[in-house]
């Protein structure tokens, strides 16, 4: 499946339990339609010290969330969207279809 988000895009959640928060792609998964989201979807993993009796890290993550969950917001009009991707040459565009706006 090809997807038309790219990694540093301005994402809204749309659903689940971050639903209408927005932060940036920090990490495309194509093969598992799976995009991370800079600040959503938290999750914690538990290290564990190497040295005994010492208290182990707990380490904040965003968590991979599906790519029909999330919106792109347009840089151009600063509205979740759903765009149109054209291509000139090998160049390729997404369009916004609220303002119509082409961006890379
Ligand atoms: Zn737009």
């Known amino acids: 499946m090809k997807t ?6 301005q994402v809204r959640v749309i659903v689940g339990k971050d639903r209408g928060k927005t932060g940036k792609v920090i990490q495309v998964l ?5 995009v991370v989201v800079e600040g959503v979807n938290k999750m914690f ?3 564990r ?3 005994r009796g010492e208290k182990g890290q707990r380490i904040e993550f965003a968590g991979p969330l599906r ?16 765009i ?8 390729r ?10 961006f890379e």
């Open 45 to 47: 993993k538990h290290i």
């Open 49 to 51: 010290s190497p040295k």
């Open 67 to 82: 790519i029909g969950k999330v919106m792109l917001v347009c840089p151009k009009c600063g509205k979740p969207t759903r």
């Open 30 to 34: 194509p093969e598992d339609h799976m």
């Open 93 to 102: 565009n997404r369009i916004c279809k609220k303002c119509k706006i082409a």
């Open 4 to 9: 038309s988000i790219k990694l540093n895009d």
């Open 84 to 91: 149109t991707v054209t291509r000139t040459g090998k160049k």
